[in-house]
């Protein structure tokens, strides 16, 4: 069973390793604003409609999301144009 105690959470963390630091700073950041905003709904079901596109980037360079990006607005751009 995992403890609730504050001191042994921050003892479990301090055991990771550090490529699962960021999935656990983005389920942080998940609790806090879950907490921050309960009337948004909305923004809840929008939060989880992205989390397969988190969850795909977490193996990501910076250098390869940029490029993921760039080639994907370059293919939206000409319809902009119209």
């Known amino acids: 069973m995992v403890s609730t105690e504050r001191s042994a959470i921050h003892e479990a963390v301090d055991g990771l390793k550090t490529s699962s630091?960021?999935?656990?700073?983005a389920f942080i950041k998940y609790l806090q604003q879950s907490e921050?905003?309960?009337g948004s709904l909305w923004a809840q079901k929008l939060y989880d409609l992205f989390a397969p596109a988190r969850e795909a980037v977490l193996?990501?360079?910076e250098d390869e999301i940029n490029q993921l990006l760039d080639e994907e607005l370059e293919a939206v751009r000409p319809l902009q144009a119209n």
């Open 21 to 25: 630091l960021q999935p656990l700073a």
């Open 36 to 38: 921050q905003e309960e």
């Open 59 to 61: 193996e990501m360079s």
